[in-house]
């Protein structure tokens, strides 16, 4: 009887072993390649109606070798890179971030004026070809009180996307 436990504990600790062996790859592969997909922007009433501002749903590509990025996204003229070297990212097992920082000219006969924005992409493996990807963008308009808001331009601002990006081949420019 004893032998018999014995076996079937032994058994028991086997399957998971054997489930996992069964995956090919637990972290489905890592992130390097090409990811496409279209962002749906959340509408800025949801979160801030003074700050948060409306913007079309937007197809990006995204281009990843390890730590370095590209960012690509599709307008009339095609496909076009925004921020060239300017984002980073950092992966850990399914789960990764790619952000990146850009501002204008930050002095002009000593006044402070242009802007700065921050994106990041937040993103989990759905499975080895998608990823569910969450979107950010903050501008700050230097020298614009935080509240300005006339013709489309605001002293602040963010909005907030989300979609799913489809692995669509070897890393490569658009």
């Known amino acids: 009887m004893r032998l018999l436990q014995s076996i079937l504990v032994a058994a028991l600790l086997l399957v998971p072993a054997t489930a996992m062996a069964a995956d090919d790859d637990p972290y489905y592969g890592g992130f390097d390649g090409r990811w496409e997909g279209t962002l749906q922007y959340i509408p800025a009433?949801?979160?801030?109606s003074e700050r948060g501002y409306a913007?079309?749903?937007?197809r990006f590509a995204l281009s990843?070798?390890?730590?370095?990025?590209?960012?690509?996204m599709k307008d009339s003229k095609g496909w076009q890179e925004y921020m060239p070297g300017g984002?980073?990212?950092?992966?850990?097992?399914?789960n990764g971030e790619?952000?990146?920082?850009?501002s204008s000219v930050d002095d002009a006969g000593?006044?402070?004026?242009?802007?700065?924005?921050?994106?990041?992409?937040t993103f989990t493996h759905k499975d080895d070809q998608t990823l569910y990807v969450f979107f950010t963008r903050v501008v700050h308009n230097l020298g614009v009180p935080y509240n300005y808001r006339a013709q489309g331009a605001t002293g602040r601002?963010?909005?907030?996307?989300?979609?799913?990006f489809s692995r669509t081949g070897d890393v490569k420019v658009p």
């Open 110 to 121: 000593g006044k402070v004026f242009g802007w700065v924005e921050s994106w990041n992409f």
């Open 45 to 48: 009433e949801a979160f801030d």
């Open 87 to 94: 984002f980073r990212m950092v992966a850990h097992k399914t």
């Open 64 to 72: 990843i070798r390890g730590e370095a990025v590209s960012v690509y």
């Open 98 to 102: 790619i952000f990146g920082n850009l």
């Open 157 to 164: 601002s963010f909005n907030i996307a989300h979609g799913e």
């Open 55 to 58: 913007h079309e749903d937007t």
